[in-house]
Nanobody, 127 residues
């Protein structure tokens, strides 16, 4: 059974940076498309960024384009989310997700495309 564990959340001032990591175990990492989602207090969980199985293609939400970058290291079975120029509105619990996607170059980004989820890591951006 696939398990995902996130690392790297914390408290940062506006304009700062954080890098989230998510390690996958219990499955063949290269078989999974990966994604990051976030949920702010009182709001629904939203898509942040996703990456294809081989890492050649990515997609990001408009709200984070130009600031956040998703990447993956298949040898380390890890997906990353580099977050720069953080804003208070980025405050949320960030979740890593994995989906056994058929096509290795397609980026899947809907919640229903993912069937394994991490426990979440809190990111708080102070103004």
């Amino acid at each position: 059974q696939v398990q995902l564990v996130e690392f790297g959340g914390g408290l940062v001032q506006a304009g700062g940076s954080l890098r989230l990591s998510c390690v996958l175990s219990g499955g063949t990492f290269s078989s999974y498309g990966m994604g990051w989602f976030r949920q702010a207090p009182g709001k629904e969980r939203d898509f942040v960024a996703a990456i294809s199985r081989r890492g050649g293609n990515t997609k990001s939400a408009d709200s984070v384009k130009g600031r956040f970058t998703i990447s993956r290291d298949n040898a380390k079975t890890t997906v990353y989310l580099q977050m720069n120029s953080l804003k208070p509105e980025d405050t949320a619990v960030y979740y890593c997700a994995a989906g056994a996607h058929v096509y290795y170059s397609t980026v899947y980004y809907r919640e229903s495309d993912f069937n394994s989820w991490g426990q979440g890591t809190q990111v708080t951006v102070s103004s």
